[in-house]
């Protein structure tokens, strides 16, 4: 089974999965809901990374329902009709070509995942603002990888949608060494954010403010 971590720290659990299984094997390993969902999809490759997600999620709760909000972001289920309370159980998910991350927290949380090989070097001016990148971590050659990262992660726990990458999400300051990277939407409170990585993927999560 390709769970390749499970992190669990302060009421938050990190499941790892990388995507190595045919689909059909990936159907095993869920539940006939996990089945029905998938089978949405019409392209094979958002099938599979739908069972992934789907087939980690089982190692920790092999019998929660999922729901999904307006904004189409998972969410958990008490049963098959209403949605947990907010001060039980949250859940973000993420994937690339490869692997998926879940991560499940007491408080809201999010996650992004990324490869480490991708190339951002035409883009990165869309994303990064003059002021992060005279940042000391901005000379580090993961720096692109791990903001643009780190950005999605909180757009994710925004859950908001219009957030401009360069407007209202900013990285105040990083430690890639110590895989720690800090920044804020639209000028908040501080939002502290773990940096993984992972057999060639950035893993960036938070569950709650620094």
């Known amino acids: ?5 499970r992190r669990e720290e302060q009421g938050t659990t990190l499941l790892l999965w990388t995507v190595s299984e045919s689909e059909e094997e990936l159907r095993v390993l869920v539940n006939e809901e996990d089945r029905t969902s998938a089978s949405r999809f019409s392209l094979p490759r958002r099938r599979i990374e739908h069972l992934a997600w789907r087939a980690a999620l089982r190692v920790a709760l092999p019998d929660t329902k999922v729901g999904y909000t307006e904004a189409g972001a998972p969410v958990l289920m008490s049963d098959g009709l209403h949605i947990l309370m907010s001060d039980e159980l949250h859940i973000s998910v993420a994937h690339t070509a490869g692997l998926v991350a879940v991560l499940l927290s007491k408080r809201p949380c999010a996650v992004d995942v990324e490869c480490e090989t991708r190339d951002f070097g035409a883009v990165h001016t869309r994303f ?17 990888a791990a903001v643009w990262c780190a950005k999605e992660t909180m757009y994710k726990l925004a859950r908001s ?6 407007r209202d ?13 800090y920044g804020c939407i639209a000028d908040g ?10 057999e060639g993927y950035f893993v960036i999560y938070t569950h709650g403010n620094s």
């Open 161 to 166: 949608a219009g957030l401009d990458f360069l």
């Open 1 to 5: 089974m390709p769970l390749i971590l």
């Open 169 to 181: 999400l900013a990285i105040a300051s990083s430690d890639l060494s110590r895989g720690k990277i």
């Open 189 to 198: 409170a501080s939002i502290e954010m773990n940096v993984l990585s992972v």
């Open 128 to 144: 990064i603002s003059a002021a992060e990148s005279e940042l000391p971590d901005a000379v580090h050659p993961d720096f692109p």
